[in-house]
């Protein structure tokens, strides 16, 4: 007797693999705060589950969602514009989006989904990535109207064309002073940041051979699957989760010594510490003199550009939301005792 082996068809072995992808996604989240602690107690098991008990859910989440905000409209706009360019390039739509999941992706993705997108990538990414921004929004557009309006030449015409090249042009005249600025410093790479979507945006609104396409598409959207969960890891591993604080501490009548540390919780026995290289430390209250909140170090600026003074690394949110300004620092933050009154 012959067993004819049971072959599945294709399409529905990469719906099982879509199925598992979309079940692990949600945990993803959830390893990030698992590693953030991790990575606070310096790989020590007691330490991370004294971290655990005392620190709130919500301000990981917080901090989660402050530092990597700018990821989901990066994700959001990059697929929707690969897997658009992808539909128009192939003869049949529906045939492209039963065979790829990044062509099913954006022919379902709603409109306010890129509108929303769009807004919140306008507030949180750096100035140097607008152009880019503002390029996908053109892309975007023009990829929507070939696919919904495509007898329509004279509109496509100026949508695929007139409006990315205009804009392109636009775009370029803003940003000169911090493209003069950038090759004077030589700071080639964000002066092609501020080239280069001009110049290469409007290449990306018509539709390519379906091989040239499917390598065009496929291949950068797999490349950045695998790449972003690392650079995500590494940017939210470095955020801070605990306040930053000094405590002044001293018996009576001995000398009195600062201790720096981020502050874990404070009960009605002792001030908890996690010193920088890991060590927790029990200060029974009876010998705290003071407490201080320290400020986070100021971030330096990465660039000294600007574009007609907004810099160059600064996103609209950071620019325009007011912050509050630290003229003199607290000797205790140094590392100092204050000096008696």
Request: aromatic fraction near 6%; charged fraction near 15%; charge should be positive.
């Amino acid at each position: 007797m012959t067993v004819t082996p049971f072959a599945r068809p294709a399409r529905r072995v990469r719906r099982n693999q879509l199925n598992w992808v979309l079940t692990a996604l949600p945990a993803f989240p959830l390893v990030l705060l698992v590693l953030r602690l991790w990575y606070l107690s310096r790989q020590d098991l007691p330490t991370m589950l004294l971290l655990v008990q005392y620190i709130s859910p919500l301000g990981m989440i917080s901090a989660l969602i402050i530092t990597l905000i700018w990821t989901v409209p990066a994700v959001v706009l990059v697929l929707r514009a690969l897997g658009g360019l992808l539909l128009i390039s192939s003869p049949d739509q529906e045939e492209a989006a039963r065979r790829s999941v990044l062509a099913l992706t954006a022919l379902r993705m709603p409109d306010w989904v890129v509108a929303v997108a769009v807004a919140l990538a306008g507030f949180t990414w750096q100035l140097r990535l607008l152009p880019t921004l503002l390029m996908l929004v053109a892309v975007i557009l023009a990829l929507t109207a070939v696919q919904r309006y495509p007898g329509e030449r004279r509109m496509l015409t100026v949508v695929t064309l007139v409006i990315p090249i205009v804009l392109g042009l636009l775009i370029l005249l803003w940003v000169r002073p911090g493209i003069r600025m950038s090759l004077a410093a030589g700071e080639y790479g964000t002066a092609a940041l501020l080239i280069a979507p001009s110049l290469l945006g409007w290449l990306l609104t018509g539709p390519l051979p379906p091989r040239a396409a499917r390598l065009a598409t496929h291949w950068p959207a797999v490349g950045a699957m695998i790449v972003a969960p690392f650079v995500i890891g590494v940017v939210f591993l470095r955020a801070p989760v605990l306040p930053n604080s000094a405590v002044e501490i001293g018996a009576e009548g001995a000398a009195v010594e600062v201790v720096r540390g981020q502050l874990i919780t404070v009960d009605d026995t002792a001030t908890t510490i996690l010193r920088r290289g890991g060590e927790v430390l029990f200060i029974p209250n009876a010998d705290v003199r003071s407490k201080t909140l320290c400020p986070e170090p100021i971030r330096t600026q990465n660039s000294r550009i600007t574009v007609r003074g907004w810099p160059i690394d600064e996103s609209a949110l950071e620019w325009v939301a007011p912050t509050r300004p630290v003229t003199d620092v607290d000797p205790r933050c140094l590392g100092r005792p204050l000096r008696p009154r």
